[in-house]
T-cell receptor, first 111, second 114 residues
Framework: AQSVTQLGSHVSVSEGALVLLRCNYS??????LFWYVQYPNQGLQLLLK??????LVKGINGFEAEFKKSETSFHLTKPSAHMSDAAEYFC?????????FGKGTKLSVKP | NAGVTQTPKFRVLKTGQSMTLLCAQD?????MYWYRQDPGMGLRLIHY?????TTAKGEVPDGYNVSRLKKQNFLLGLESAAPSQTSVYFC?????WGEGDTQYFGPGTRLTVL
């Protein structure tokens, strides 16, 4: 069975600083990977997904993620954090059509 | 185009009571899913449906039943609620059941079982 590990349940950055949210996966086959964002009291919204077309994936709101097979990682980054980025972020891997989610990382942005 | 909607938004039940959560989607998606979200646990799949009239168990199906009588609706039932079912429930849908297909989520139902 595939799995996803998100390192750090809470990450705090200052406004304008780099955002780095870590995700490692385990999969015996080439994975399909997703990042979702959940704003307070809302559902999940797709940020970006990797489907083997390109290793650097650009998403919405200035986020991007790089697939590194050698490191089994799919870390999410944004060069400059904005207050509106404060949310919970979930990494997920697709397994037989279903999504396996990590436990989430809550991002706080300090003014 | 409302996307995925869920009814109700909030509900408080007493132990042993029953209830049904309704999920509706207007995107003509074939596939629908029910998840529960608990603090520090991420989202876990309860049941899913690959088409009208078909359902299957996910990771945590015990204590829940589902039905997909119409393509646009997916119902989640709790026959005898327990405090362990206190959670936020999310419904999702997708147009296909492939490895790279995007799931679209509803706003969630916050359920408390006393």
């Amino acid at each position: 069975a595939q799995s996803v590990t998100q390192l750090g349940s809470h990450v705090s950055v200052s406004e304008g600083a780099l955002v780095l949210l870590r995700c490692n996966y385990s999969s015996s086959v080439p994975p399909y990977l997703f990042w979702y964002v959940q704003y307070p009291n809302q559902g999940l919204q797709l940020l970006l997904k990797y489907t083997s077309a390109a290793t650097l994936v650009k998403g919405i709101n200035g986020f991007e993620a790089e697939f590194k097979k050698s490191e089994t990682s799919f870390h999410l980054t944004k060069p400059s954090a904005h207050m509106s980025d404060a949310a919970e972020y979930f990494c997920a891997v697709s397994e037989r059509g279903n999504l396996i989610f990590g436990k989430g990382t809550k991002l706080s942005v300090k003014p | 185009n409302a996307g995925v909607t869920q009814t109700p938004k909030f509900r408080v039940l007493k132990t042993g009571q029953s209830m049904t959560l309704l999920c509706a989607q207007d995107m003509n998606h074939e596939y629908m899913y029910w998840y529960r979200q608990d603090p520090g646990m991420g989202l876990r799949l309860i049941h899913y449906s690959v088409g009208e009239g078909t359902t299957a168990k996910g990771e945590v199906p015990d204590g829940y039943n589902v039905s997909r009588l119409k393509k646009q609706n997916f119902l989640l039932g709790l026959e005898s609620a327990a405090p362990s079912q206190t959670s936020v429930y999310f419904c999702a849908s997708s147009s296909a059941w492939g490895e790279g297909d995007t799931q679209y989520f509803g706003p969630g139902t916050r359920l408390t079982v006393l």
